[in-house]
């Protein structure tokens, strides 16, 4: 189904928002309806040459910018969102079918805060020195010259932003490739770049999937680094595409994430905490916490407790204030996520609750699921140990930190993690033992942008936020002065 109103947009290169010369398009829905509202240019390798060029072209006198100037273009870029905060809030929910109170609060607010912080972390950057008795060390950071900003659909702007943001502040230009399935806060944020005059070509962007647009820029000559946020298997062919050019390359994969609850915990603030880590956003964020490890003797009023606050989330509507919980990205993933409940079955799960699609009155075209909780499947299932990445946590209990810790660590992945405890120490000790890269004691997603943020094993490479960000979108140089 059409929309009657279909909003087109294109590639932003040099300064210009144009199509593909080719005139190909692919089409973006709304996950809530199914209805088509927006059409993008589906672009590929002579679109991204051309992105590539005009980032090269304005790398250097953007680069020769003081830090200063360039944290003033952040903040004003920063200043300009703001003012749209609540166009953001409602064009991000319409394209990901997340529910308006998350857009606002997190992608719209957040996104803002990218700009904001990075600008600030900017002016406070000192000279760095090393001095010798004879000698004086100094440390001069340099742009690396042109990225790759590549981006997933579930925090569209949340993390265009994250990239940006550090990338043009360190000097460097960029191209940036959002996902197919969210491309519109992208655009909008190249219409605040334009609106306020910064520099054509430090940022260009090109739409369209993986292999048409995505693999091209990544293997591109004139390409220095690639700062990829992903699924782990699309990490992996993004690694070998960048790898012999050695490029720079920073990866932020995939997630399978344990919250562990000890019988110490506040146990309410851990049902509705381990709640909001699990289905925020639909399950769709790659620090959600889907595999909930009980301890035994908590289990059965942990488990009564949890599945009653989850059968209480209100599913429906995105734009109504109300609303916990929206649609899936799209129906291919939906069936993906209900391959998993039949799977769990297979398995030897129980559903405690949800399991099924459901149908919100006049969103009867969307990809809709209910909240899932399943117990009973083993630790090292697969449903347990594989990236959903939807509505679906399964239960588990423990006897012990011991036996926690080892079914905390048994996935490949090792992005993030929760503890539940009411021993502050004995919570971060344990947490130390998680072979993860963050973890939250007795809260979730609680953000100092200043932390590092990444993972370990198959969650990728290296890490953003704060200097970590600034490390990676530039080159440290070293220029000792011999003293006679
Ligand atoms: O990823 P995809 P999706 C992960 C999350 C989940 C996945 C979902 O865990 O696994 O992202 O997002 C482009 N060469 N994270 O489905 O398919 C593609 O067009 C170059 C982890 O979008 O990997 C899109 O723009 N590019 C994260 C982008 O890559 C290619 C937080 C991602 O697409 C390409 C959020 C190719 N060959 C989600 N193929 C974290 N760890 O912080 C696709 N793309």
Known sequence: ????????????????????????????????????????????????????????????????????????????????????????????????????????????????????????????????????????????????GVGALITPWNLPLYLLSWKIAPAIGMGNSVVCKPSELTPMTADLLMRVFDEIGLPEGVVNLVHGDGIGAGSPLVSHPGVDFVSFTGGTSTGGKVAASAAPSFKKL???????????????????????????????????????????????????????????????????????????????????????????????????????????RCSPDGFEGGNWMLPTVIEGVGADSRCATEEIFGPLVTLHSFESEEEALGIANNTRYGLAGSVWTGDLERGRSFSEKMETGMVWVNSWLHRDLRAPFGGVKDSGVGREGGRWSLGFFSEAMNVCVKRD
């Open 250 to 356: 920073s990866l932020e994969l995939g997630g399978k994430n344990s919250s562990i609850v000890f019988s110490d915990c506040d146990m309410q603030s851990a049902v509705s905490g381990v709640a909001r880590a699990g289905f925020l956003n639909q399950g769709q964020v790659c620090l959600c916490g889907s595999r909930i490890l009980v301890e035994g003797s908590i289990y059965e009023e942990f488990r009564e407790r949890f599945v009653r606050h989850v059968e209480q989330m209100k599913v429906g509507d995105p734009s109504n204030e109300g609303t916990e919980l929206g649609a899936l990205i799209s129906q291919d993933h939906l069936e993906k996520v209900l391959g998993y409940v039949e799977l769990a079955k297979e398995e030897g799960g129980n559903i405690l609750t949800g399991g099924s």
């Open 1 to 144: 189904m059409v929309d009657e109103r279909i909003l087109e947009i294109k590639n932003y290169i040099g300064g210009d928002f144009i199509d593909s010369p080719r005139g190909d398009f692919l089409g973006v829905f709304e996950p809530a309806t199914g209805r088509q509202f927006a059409s993008a240019p589906l672009s590929d390798a002579s679109d991204v040459d051309i992105a590539v060029e005009a980032a090269r072209t304005a790398q250097p006198s953007w680069g020769a910018l003081g830090i200063r100037e360039r944290a003033d273009w952040l903040e004003r870029i920063a200043d300009a969102l703001e003012e749209r905060h609540e166009e953001v809030a409602s064009l991000e929910s319409r394209d990901t079918g997340k529910p308006i109170s998350l857009a606002r609060s997190v992608d719209a607010t957040r996104s803002v805060s990218n700009f904001r912080f990075f600008a600030e972390m900017l002016r406070s950057q000192d000279q760095e020195v090393f001095e010798m008795a004879d000698a004086s060390n100094f440390v001069v950071n340099k742009p690396v």
